[in-house]
């Protein structure tokens, strides 16, 4: 009778599981855990997270480390992924020529043109000449009103900015119900005198006259050389609530494509291909270009440099001196950033195009002997490295009730995307995929504009509910929750997240069903794409018709939604396809560990 | 009626007169004599019980009754608000306070209503009571002082929806901004957090002053009449 661990250092956790080896050869599962990977996969750093893993599965079947008498750790498969997140495209508004913006509460609705006219300067309004009258935060709200009521008989207001956030108390003290934009900040870049068209959209719809070139040319009597020139300020203001358009000569809303940098594949088909081009032509070239030896980037751009980086992390972990360190396949995603425009006079964002990339380099072997040879000092016991990850991980998943041999599985971690078929025969094919879950919390965090990778994590994890009074919430399926104890105030009103220890407070105002769109998106461009990569690649002929059995391993698979968008997708395949539910007790986890375990019995038979 | 800033002055100068006095009289450490202080504070604001001698009578206004407009705010002031004090602990005149919460409820969309509350002068019980007669269920209770919070009439008194603790820190924009705050809870939309300053020192400062502010409003209480419309100004 002894005590074996099989331990799985995995890109973002370590797993371990703890078995029993009777004298007859049989396995007998105690226990298991998994802890986050401490430093780079295949370092010493990684032994922290070993032991701490290891400490937490003793300790709940109340043993101790020294109990045990040997630790396999696997052949961690030497790839690791990185990712990089590159703009493409930058808005700049020269001469002030438009402010669209969704200010919280405008006032009025419709659209008006005229004159911009500051409202220090209305007692030179010409009569009969429409204005749009511009004011200062210096004016309050009651003063606004009285001046534009005293004025109203004589000149012609047609509309209103304000700088202040009082759309509605002014307009709720006018006598003639006008158009009013508040919340423009840099109201004092206004230039006087110049024509603009002011729109303000009706409750729940957006504008549409401002958004749209011919609406434009209506208001602002353009000719058809200068509609032509508007388009981009048009295009712009989609979406918005309210806009202001100035027709000012050297105005205009330029789309500036930024110098990207190009990708160099180096390989059967050799080629380059530019990142503006999109992700869509990048796959292309990277699925047309065979067998990749390697894959660089210009140098001094964006993703040359983040390539290169990649490298070097990688060269720190193999020193041996002919260490062969190479990118052997990258996953670009398209995507879209809200930035900040140059020139803008209300804060206005826009959305930039943006590519995503996971890079996924290879080197001959991770130092694994260092790792061993150091648990084996420090622990005392005895540590062997033992099986191929791939392998371990099919072992693993072939605990799942339900399945058999060939067998085909999908191991979605932190970093990587790996697949691998197993034969009846017991042949395994195996293949490794740049981009899993770190890239879809890249995709989320650049899409919602969240600068902040952890609560993107936890946008990944979580499902999503916005408390609607003290005592029920609706969930992101529309289904209501009523709550005995009342909610803490702190979430009244909020989108949060339900995650299993309580609720996430979501800071920045974003709808419920904007978060759960983007990452419904993030997660099907990254896995959908990537498992269809990954299996044709590993399936015998290269068809996925001759795959009858999918089981999903690894941390991604746990994910709420993710293992259903792939049943849906590999059902027209006639693909039986599933959450790996490991010794029919561990879910989609703990299948390399297991698969270490399970491969001591077969190699003392 | 009496400007809370002579008071202060009058008792400084008492508190002062008597510190001195025991000085050089009796070197007793001032912990052993600390009763004789106290009665000799009393004796210096001799022949007065209260701060204002007179009592404001509520009887014949208007009672506030539950509102029924979903989308109403009721404002709870304290009851000495804009009639025995007129400005808030830092000199803002309280008019100019109610009309920002005011404006900030209104540019929400939202309808403001303002009542003055005779049960209670802790600013958390005002606000709960402002939010059960409020028709949306959300009340604001703001003190005399100037101390302000935003209620919900579901929950429990001391555990509000937000808290303004340090009223001598507070100016208009703030008060704006608790308007807007309020209304947005109505909407059941997000609040945008009310970026407040800190000062520790505050307390100290004010100690006294909004001791004095809060038995000025204390004693015009007339829990008889309870919750009155207040539309005065």
Request: include cysteine; charge should be negative; glycine fraction near 8%.
């Given at each position: 009778m002894s005590l074996i661990a099989g331990v799985d250092i995995g890109n973002s956790t370590t797993e371990v599981c703890v078995g029993e080896a009777a004298a007859d050869g049989t396995i007998h599962f105690l226990t298991s855990a998994s802890r986050p990977t401490t430093?780079?996969?295949?370092?010493?750093?990684?032994t922290h997270a070993i032991k701490a893993a290891l400490n937490r599965a003793m300790s709940s079947i109340g043993?101790?480390?020294?109990?045990?008498?040997l630790i396999r750790l696997n052949e961690a498969a030497p790839v690791i992924g990185d990712t990089a997140m590159e703009t493409l495209t930058e808005t700049i508004i020269t001469d002030s020529s438009m402010i669209g913006h969704n200010p919280s509460t405008p006032a009025g609705a419709g659209q008006a043109v005229g004159e911009i006219l500051l409202i220090d300067n209305l007692s030179r309004g010409i009569p009969g000449t429409p204005y749009i009258v511009a004011a200062d935060d210096s004016y309050s709200y009651e003063e606004v009103a009285a001046i534009l009521n005293q004025s109203a008989d004589t000149l012609d207001i047609a509309g209103v900015i304000l700088k202040a956030d009082e759309a509605v108390l002014v307009e709720n003290r006018l006598r003639k119900k006008i158009p009013i934009i508040d919340e423009?900040?840099?109201?004092?870049?206004l230039p006087d005198g110049v024509l603009a068209a002011i729109e303000v959209a009706l409750p729940g719809q957006t504008v549409r006259m401002l958004s749209n070139p011919y609406g434009i040319a209506t208001l602002l009597h353009l000719n058809a050389e200068e509609t032509r020139t508007v388009t981009p300020i048009a295009k712009s203001l989609i979406g918005k609530r309210s806009a202001v358009v100035l027709k000012t000569p050297g105005g205009n809303v330029r789309e500036n494509v930024l110098p990207a940098g190009e990708i160099y594949l180096n390989a059967e088909n050799s080629a380059s291909i530019n990142l503006d081009e999109g992700a869509a032509e990048i796959m292309k070239a990277v699925a047309d270009a065979?067998?990749?030896h390697d894959i660089s980037g210009q140098p001094d751009t964006n993703v040359g440099n983040m390539l290169t980086r990649i490298k070097r992390g990688m060269g720190e972990l193999d020193h041996t001196p002919d260490a062969d360190i190479r990118i052997t396949d990258i996953l670009a995603v398209d995507t879209l950033a809200p930035v900040l425009i140059s020139g803008a006079l209300a804060g206005e964002t826009c959305l930039e195009k943006a590519v995503g990339i996971a890079a996924m380099v290879k080197t001959?072997?991770?130092?694994m002997r260092e790792i061993a040879d150091k648990l084996k000092m420090e622990l005392g016991t005895d540590v062997r490295i033992a099986g191929v990850e791939a392998v371990m991980a099919s072992l693993g998943a072939?605990?799942?009730?339900?399945t058999k041999l060939p067998l085909a599985i999908l191991d979605m971690g932190g970093g990587s995307t790996d697949a691998a078929v197993i034969s009846e025969d017991g042949r395994v094919t195996m293949t490794h995929q740049a981009g899993a879950g770190e890239l879809v919390s890249m995709l989320i965090e650049t899409e919602l504009g969240l600068g902040d990778r952890h609560i993107a994590e936890q946008i990944k994890k979580y499902p999503l509910a916005k408390v609607e009074s003290l005592f029920h919430m609706r969930m992101e399926n529309g289904q209501m929750t009523f709550v005995d104890e009342s909610i803490d105030?702190?979430?009244?009103?909020r989108v949060i997240l339900l995650a299993e220890d309580g609720y996430i407070r979501?800071?920045?105002?974003?709808?419920m069903e904007k978060i759960v769109q983007v990452r419904r998106d993030a997660k099907r461009k990254v896995f959908v794409t990537n498992a269809f990569r990954a299996l044709k690649s590993v399936a015998p002929g290269q068809d996925?018709?001759?795959?009858?059995n999918v089981v999903l391993v690894g941390g991604?698979?746990?994910?709420?939604e993710i293992p259903e968008m792939l049943m849906e997708e590999f059902a027209d395949y006639r693909i039986v396809c599933g959450r790996g539910n490991i010794r029919g007790t561990?879910?989609?986890?703990n299948a390399v560990a297991t698969g270490l375990v399970l491969s001591y019995a077969g190699e003392r038979q | 009626m009496q400007v809370n800033e002579d008071l202060v002055k009058q008792i400084t100068n008492a508190v002062l007169t008597e510190m001195k006095h025991r000085k050089d009289t009796n070197p007793a450490p001032v912990t052993s004599g600390s009763p004789a202080a106290s009665t000799a504070v009393t004796q210096s604001l001799?022949?007065?019980?209260?701060?204002?001698?007179v009592k404001t009578s509520y009887a014949s206004y208007p009672r506030a009754k539950k509102g029924t407009d979903p989308k109403e705010v009721v404002i709870g002031v304290g009851a000495?608000?804009?009639?025995?004090?007129?400005?808030?602990?830092?000199?803002?005149?309280l008019d100019d306070v109610l009309k920002n919460v005011k404006a900030g409820i209104e540019e929400e969309g939202m309808v403001p209503r303002v009542v003055k509350i005779?049960?209670?002068?802790d600013v958390c019980f005002m606000a709960l009571e402002a939010a059960k007669t409020s028709g949306s269920g959300i009340g604001i209770g703001i003190q005399s002082k100037g101390t302000t919070v935003i209620h919900q009439?579901?929950?429990?008194?001391?555990?509000?929806?937000?808290?303004?603790?340090?009223?001598?820190?507070?100016d208009l924009e703030t008060y704006r901004k608790i308007g807007k705050n309020a209304a947005k809870y109505v909407k059941g939309e997000q609040v945008v957090p009310i970026p407040c300053t800190n000062d520790p020192m505050s307390r100290p400062k004010y100690q006294v002053k909004a001791a004095l502010m809060h038995i000025a409003e204390t004693e015009q209480l007339d829990p008889e009449v309870g919750i009155i419309e207040w539309e005065e100004k």
């Amino acid at each position: 009778m002894s005590l074996i661990a099989g331990v799985d250092i995995g890109n973002s956790t370590t797993e371990v599981c703890v078995g029993e080896a009777a004298a007859d050869g049989t396995i007998h599962f105690l226990t298991s855990a998994s802890r986050p990977t401490t430093g780079t996969k295949g370092t010493v750093a990684n032994t922290h997270a070993i032991k701490a893993a290891l400490n937490r599965a003793m300790s709940s079947i109340g043993r101790t480390i020294s109990d045990i008498s040997l630790i396999r750790l696997n052949e961690a498969a030497p790839v690791i992924g990185d990712t990089a997140m590159e703009t493409l495209t930058e808005t700049i508004i020269t001469d002030s020529s438009m402010i669209g913006h969704n200010p919280s509460t405008p006032a009025g609705a419709g659209q008006a043109v005229g004159e911009i006219l500051l409202i220090d300067n209305l007692s030179r309004g010409i009569p009969g000449t429409p204005y749009i009258v511009a004011a200062d935060d210096s004016y309050s709200y009651e003063e606004v009103a009285a001046i534009l009521n005293q004025s109203a008989d004589t000149l012609d207001i047609a509309g209103v900015i304000l700088k202040a956030d009082e759309a509605v108390l002014v307009e709720n003290r006018l006598r003639k119900k006008i158009p009013i934009i508040d919340e423009v900040a840099r109201i004092d870049k206004l230039p006087d005198g110049v024509l603009a068209a002011i729109e303000v959209a009706l409750p729940g719809q957006t504008v549409r006259m401002l958004s749209n070139p011919y609406g434009i040319a209506t208001l602002l009597h353009l000719n058809a050389e200068e509609t032509r020139t508007v388009t981009p300020i048009a295009k712009s203001l989609i979406g918005k609530r309210s806009a202001v358009v100035l027709k000012t000569p050297g105005g205009n809303v330029r789309e500036n494509v930024l110098p990207a940098g190009e990708i160099y594949l180096n390989a059967e088909n050799s080629a380059s291909i530019n990142l503006d081009e999109g992700a869509a032509e990048i796959m292309k070239a990277v699925a047309d270009a065979g067998k990749i030896h390697d894959i660089s980037g210009q140098p001094d751009t964006n993703v040359g440099n983040m390539l290169t980086r990649i490298k070097r992390g990688m060269g720190e972990l193999d020193h041996t001196p002919d260490a062969d360190i190479r990118i052997t396949d990258i996953l670009a995603v398209d995507t879209l950033a809200p930035v900040l425009i140059s020139g803008a006079l209300a804060g206005e964002t826009c959305l930039e195009k943006a590519v995503g990339i996971a890079a996924m380099v290879k080197t001959q072997h991770l130092p694994m002997r260092e790792i061993a040879d150091k648990l084996k000092m420090e622990l005392g016991t005895d540590v062997r490295i033992a099986g191929v990850e791939a392998v371990m991980a099919s072992l693993g998943a072939l605990t799942t009730p339900g399945t058999k041999l060939p067998l085909a599985i999908l191991d979605m971690g932190g970093g990587s995307t790996d697949a691998a078929v197993i034969s009846e025969d017991g042949r395994v094919t195996m293949t490794h995929q740049a981009g899993a879950g770190e890239l879809v919390s890249m995709l989320i965090e650049t899409e919602l504009g969240l600068g902040d990778r952890h609560i993107a994590e936890q946008i990944k994890k979580y499902p999503l509910a916005k408390v609607e009074s003290l005592f029920h919430m609706r969930m992101e399926n529309g289904q209501m929750t009523f709550v005995d104890e009342s909610i803490d105030p702190r979430f009244y009103g909020r989108v949060i997240l339900l995650a299993e220890d309580g609720y996430i407070r979501i800071e920045k105002e974003l709808p419920m069903e904007k978060i759960v769109q983007v990452r419904r998106d993030a997660k099907r461009k990254v896995f959908v794409t990537n498992a269809f990569r990954a299996l044709k690649s590993v399936a015998p002929g290269q068809d996925l018709k001759n795959i009858s059995n999918v089981v999903l391993v690894g941390g991604s698979a746990e994910d709420f939604e993710i293992p259903e968008m792939l049943m849906e997708e590999f059902a027209d395949y006639r693909i039986v396809c599933g959450r790996g539910n490991i010794r029919g007790t561990e879910g989609p986890r703990n299948a390399v560990a297991t698969g270490l375990v399970l491969s001591y019995a077969g190699e003392r038979q | 009626m009496q400007v809370n800033e002579d008071l202060v002055k009058q008792i400084t100068n008492a508190v002062l007169t008597e510190m001195k006095h025991r000085k050089d009289t009796n070197p007793a450490p001032v912990t052993s004599g600390s009763p004789a202080a106290s009665t000799a504070v009393t004796q210096s604001l001799a022949g007065r019980d209260r701060i204002n001698p007179v009592k404001t009578s509520y009887a014949s206004y208007p009672r506030a009754k539950k509102g029924t407009d979903p989308k109403e705010v009721v404002i709870g002031v304290g009851a000495a608000f804009q009639k025995e004090i007129q400005k808030t602990i830092c000199g803002i005149p309280l008019d100019d306070v109610l009309k920002n919460v005011k404006a900030g409820i209104e540019e929400e969309g939202m309808v403001p209503r303002v009542v003055k509350i005779l049960d209670t002068s802790d600013v958390c019980f005002m606000a709960l009571e402002a939010a059960k007669t409020s028709g949306s269920g959300i009340g604001i209770g703001i003190q005399s002082k100037g101390t302000t919070v935003i209620h919900q009439k579901d929950l429990y008194p001391l555990s509000n929806l937000e808290l303004f603790p340090q009223a001598p820190l507070m100016d208009l924009e703030t008060y704006r901004k608790i308007g807007k705050n309020a209304a947005k809870y109505v909407k059941g939309e997000q609040v945008v957090p009310i970026p407040c300053t800190n000062d520790p020192m505050s307390r100290p400062k004010y100690q006294v002053k909004a001791a004095l502010m809060h038995i000025a409003e204390t004693e015009q209480l007339d829990p008889e009449v309870g919750i009155i419309e207040w539309e005065e100004k």
